[in-house]
């Protein structure tokens, strides 16, 4: 009699019991699918579309390729062996990859930024009216084994001990943390035994410069900022969407392609630069590779003209083809934390003669207004991301009438409690 009783309950019950359980189902569902979608708004808030692109790759290599790339080896055997370092466009990445051995032509930078307190100005910086003096410390020489020299002065010197000594002596290994960058070949050719003179001094930038071959300089620029954060700097000197918002001497700027090995960062880019009228714009196609040391603290970024067999010079315009530079950011406590030091050293041959008083111009007045356009943008940046994520977070709360599951699963509680009471009473009045 019990077990009849049963049965009849459920078969009374189970076209409510399945209604019930589809309006659950669907509730959570749709619940789940807005969480997905506010998450990836956020995410692409935070990280920008190439930061998301990015972090998609490393998560599809690390959890997705691996099963697969078992089980197709045998199909693709030969083909892997001769792409393996070959880009989706067949750039040959193995031979093109900025060395990180570049970046131990910033060490001066880094020596120069941790004894800022201890500044001294040399007399030609005084004359100069500089804030801070690099000359001191980044003409100083050595001889072989990295001996100093002391600087020439007006008294007699040893003229074997001074052509023994070289800039170069004194460069040092940096030692960065790249057990997971793959290594490259690549070497940036600068002048490092020539002198560097002050140039100039404007607002927060100090800049100096050394000339590399005849009326070519390269050049030095330091500042610092204290309400930005190195990770934000970082990403507005690399998102090439984002640059193309705030930089308007940018005509074109385009990712060619991107290094396929993990932890690489190096891309090449293709450049369109805006020249004052008169002049024919400046196009460049170069690599870029950027490098950030948890165990010391700091960002470095390097540049170097490169060559693509689909961007070739075009008519009209002036392609430069001996590029380069070299960024160290170091922030004051956390990459996350307001406040850097950056020194930034470039040097480009535009190709034909140019006035002096025309170059004198371009650095004088175009460096220091694009230096401040991006900072000015890393600060746009970092309040619009700042707003996003507060709008992000407060979607993340969830209104009660728009989360009807536990509604629902009330009223299909209470549904089945009517209908027992329901049977019961049949049973009654029986």
């Known amino acids: ?249 940018a005509l074109r700027l385009e990712l060619i392609s991107e290094d396929p090995v993990p932890n690489s960062n190096s891309h090449l880019i293709y450049w369109e630069m805006q020249w004052p009228r008169l002049f024919a714009n400046r196009d460049y196609v170069y690599c870029r590779r950027y490098h950030k040391d948890d165990s010391k603290n700091m960002i470095f970024i390097c540049s170097r003209a490169a060559k693509h067999t689909t961007y070739p010079t075009i008519s009209g315009k002036v392609r430069v083809t001996d590029y380069w530079s070299l960024m160290v950011i170091k922030p004051f406590r956390g990459f996350h934390e307001p406040g850097l030091h950056f020194v930034l050293t470039y040097f480009d041959d535009p190709g034909i003669p140019i006035p002096q008083n025309i170059k004198s111009w371009v650095t004088q007045k175009q460096m220091p207004e694009f230096l401040t356009k991006m900072y000015v943008a890393t600060k746009n940046y970092a309040c619009s991301r700042a707003i996003k994520m507060k709008d992000m977070f407060n979607s993340f709360t969830l209104i009660n009438d728009e989360y009807t599951a536990n509604d629902q699963r009330g009223s299909w509680l209470g549904s089945l409690s009517r209908h027992r009471r329901k049977l019961n009473d049949n049973e009654t009045e029986r």
């Open 1 to 249: 009699m019990l077990l009849n009783r049963l049965v009849l309950a459920i078969k009374n019950q189970s076209r409510e019991t399945l209604r019930a359980w589809g309006y659950q189902c669907e509730s959570i569902i749709a619940q789940r699918s807005r969480r997905v979608q506010q998450l990836f708004s956020f995410y692409q808030s935070v990280y920008g579309t190439q930061g998301l692109k990015q972090l998609w790759r490393a998560y599809y290599r690390s959890e997705i390729q691996p099963p697969i790339r078992g089980i197709m080896l045998s199909a693709v055997g030969l083909m892997g062996l001769n792409m393996k370092h070959l880009g989706s466009d067949g750039f040959d990445w193995s031979k093109e990859r900025l060395a990180l051995s570049n970046f131990d032509l910033c060490q001066r930078d880094i020596d120069f930024i941790n004894t800022l307190s201890v500044n001294q100005l040399c007399e030609r910086c005084q004359a100069k009216k500089m804030k801070y003096c690099y000359c001191m410390l980044g003409n100083q020489r050595c001889r072989k084994g990295g001996i100093v020299v002391p600087p020439p002065t007006s008294d007699q010197m040893p003229m074997k001990e001074e052509q023994a000594a070289s800039i170069s002596n004194c460069q040092k290994a940096l030692d960065l943390d790249a057990r997971s960058a793959p290594p490259g070949q690549v070497r940036i050719q600068a002048e490092e035994d020539r002198n560097w003179e002050p140039y100039f001094s404007k607002n927060e930038f100090s800049i100096w410069r050394r000339e590399e071959r005849s009326s070519l300089y390269s050049y030095k620029v330091y500042a610092r900022f204290d309400d930005i954060t190195a990770d934000d700097f970082l990403h507005v000197q690399t998102d090439l969407d984002y640059r193309r918002q705030w930089d308007d001497t």
